[in-house]
């Protein structure tokens, strides 16, 4: 099946700082990829919607300017947390649709963001 | 608005039998997915409905009733690895994903 891969795993900054999150298709294009965030004990939370080539479509109540996506190619999309704070410690999560006739989602492995 | 509902929690015991239970209102309807996730791990896929009935894989099954907006996840021979939280995700007529909270099934011996 289709693999999303994310780096880093895991990743500690200090409150003010800048983290750059990665997410790739291995072994498929997406031109579209989702990234979510999931506080503990809660459920999926859909930030933006990121599109190779143009930009990305932002949820609600979502700051665009805080959480930078940039989608440079058919297998890589890439989220920036910028000027971050304890409040954005969380799972961040990305996905790409499948490629068949159902509207699977492949999600990457996750990202443990922690901010101090 | 859009809505998904699952029980917060569920304790079942190894080896039995555990039915969890979503229902939906959306905005349209193009299939519900029901999806595994282990704490601190990405969620991974179980299973699709778009058409009313019952679709069975292996241990797992999934119903759907699309007039009653409802689906339910039922779970076999329990085993300790299928402690996890369960999430429905019901795709909207805009192919837009809307997840419910999830429910944790804690499993004991």
């Known amino acids: 099946g289709a693999v999303v891969s994310q780096h880093p795993s895991w990743v500690i900054c200090k409150s003010g700082t800048s983290v750059k999150i990665e997410c790739r298709s291995l072994?498929?294009?997406?031109?579209?990829m989702f990234w979510y965030r999931q506080f503990p004990k809660q459920s999926l939370m859909l930030m933006a919607t990121s599109n190779e080539g143009s930009k990305a479509t932002y949820e609600q109540g979502v700051e665009k300017d805080k959480f930078l996506i940039n989608h440079a190619s058919l297998t890589l999309s890439t989220l920036t947390v910028t000027s971050a704070h304890p409040e954005d410690s969380s799972f961040y999560i990305c996905?790409?649709?499948?490629?068949?006739?159902?509207?699977?989602?492949?999600f990457g492995p996750g990202t443990r963001l922690t901010v101090t | 608005g859009q809505n998904i509902d699952q029980p917060t929690e569920m304790t079942a015991t190894e080896g039995a039998i555990v039915q969890i239970n979503c229902t939906y209102q959306?905005?349209?309807?193009?299939?519900l997915f029901w999806y595994q996730q282990h704490a601190g791990e990405a969620p991974t896929f179980l299973s699709y409905?778009?058409l009313d009935g019952l679709e069975e894989k292996g241990r797992f099954s999934s119903f759907l009733s699309r007039s009653k907006g409802y689906s339910y996840l039922l779970l076999k021979e329990l085993q300790m690895k299928d402690s996890a939280s369960y999430l429905c995700a019901v795709v909207d007529s805009n192919y837009q994903l809307i997840w419910g909270a999830g429910t944790k099934l804690i499993i004991k011996p």
């Open positions: 996905s790409a649709p499948g490629q068949g006739d159902i509207y699977e989602q492949y």
């Open positions: 409905n778009v």
């Open positions: 959306t905005s349209g309807f193009n299939g």
């Open positions: 072994d498929f294009q997406a031109t579209t």
